[in-house]
């Protein structure tokens, strides 16, 4: 698959995961719902492996990949399910654009070459502005509105320190071999949280539910990562993250359409600055680069 074909996918799953994750918990609890959407993902990742010929790289550094990519989806996914039911779906898309400022914060400092200047300092903070307003928002959706943000952060934390862990490695593996060890340390991890949380299976599944489940084990959990991790062997962890930029708006506006969510001013205001922020931290040096150019040609 193109590079470009592989983007426009994963926007698309990842606007329609938000939502999706809130409706695997629907009269099941979020355990459940992440638990067997993880569990489906592996064994669909391990078919499709086994078809393809793909096979699971076991050298040192393939193993330190797994664990890096199974950690921060472990963690990750763990927290945002955990949020979903504190938040409305939206805000889970909106929060993590901050993922491109977490993840060109830690690349500073833990990826040659990767030094941050003043207009990206300047967007970090423009995008923490934003989600001040969101806090200031959350009193809207319920007392735990603010809880759930909080545990959102830690989500994108990990998914941010997740990926510049994998790139830091540079196992030369498939990127299928990625999603498949990610997913079996995952998994894992999962299981031991279920079984030590207490919570009995569901006797029903909601057919809403189920659909969901479904829908996140194949293709947001498979095809989902794995488009994500080709593209981060292809594309600088920082672009990666800019995904973050289109998904949120689509996100919110899902949420309102399909689950009746209801979108307050300040909401939409924080989003507004959050994305102002991402764009000037992807490309505010390109314009003031730009800028100068002509400026220079005016002083001749």
Known sequence: ?????????????????????????????????ITSRMTLGMATALLVAA??????????DARRTYLAAGLGMFIAMLAVYR??????????????????????????????????NPTRVAGMLVGLCGMAMMLIGADSAGPGAAAGIAIMVVSVTAYSASAIAVQRI??????????????LVTVALLGIVYIASGEPLPVQIPVRAAAAIVYLGVIGSV?????YYYILRQVEATRVALITLITPVIALLLGRLLNGEAIQPVIWFG???????????EYGHVALRRLAVPLAGNDR
């Open 1 to 33: 698959m193109s590079v470009p074909a592989a983007y426009i996918s994963v926007i698309i799953i990842w606007s329609t995961t938000p939502l999706a994750i809130q409706w695997s918990g629907d009269d099941v609890g979020y355990l459940f719902g």
């Open 51 to 60: 078809v393809l010929g793909v096979r699971l790289p076991w050298h040192a």
């Open 83 to 116: 949020a979903s039911r504190m938040i409305p779906s939206g805000w889970i898309a909106v929060i993590f654009g901050l993922a491109p400022m977490i993840t060109g914060l830690m690349a500073h400092y833990w990826l040659p070459g990767k030094a941050l």
């Open 170 to 183: 540079a196992a030369d593996i498939p990127a299928l071999a990625t999603t498949v060890g990610g997913l």
């Open 223 to 227: 095809l989902g990562f794995a488009l």
């Open 271 to 281: 989003t507004a600055v959050i994305l102002g922020g991402l764009l000037l931290f």
